[in-house]
């Protein structure tokens, strides 16, 4: 299930950047493409109407096919999945925005709001630590077996 979750979620948020990167390159290098430039109206029985690029589509589809693949032909997939989630996690998806939430509000210290979400994160700290070392400890385990 966490596979299935992770294949699902993970790149529709870390991969961004480079879904980004290759369609400015596509939209520079192919700028007469209807393939590459063209959206396309859509609309589903029950569902309302969307916009849609045949070029992103077909890469993004294939670009999660094939990382998928990778995956499952990459050993201890979980476990360093795990490692690489639980050095990602805190600092990307809690403290860091934590922190800006502060500086943002200007939220004062030692209040009913600053001690909650400082006790909030070190509670995700020490989650993503005992995730970190459950992982690790899979990979050894896995490695001696």
Known sequence: MFVLSCMCS????YSQPIYSTVDRWASRKFPNSGFVNNFYKVK???LPGFQLNLFRFCF???YVISTTG???FFPYFNQILGVLGAINFWPLAIYFPVEMYFVQQKIAAWS????VLRTFSFACFLVTVMGLVGSLE???SAKLK
């Open 138 to 140: 899979g990979i050894v």
């Open 112 to 115: 009913s709001k600053w001690i």
């Open 60 to 62: 993004r589809t294939t």
């Open 10 to 13: 993970s790149p529709q948020i």
């Open 70 to 72: 990778l995956a499952i």
């Open 44 to 46: 589903l029985p029950l």
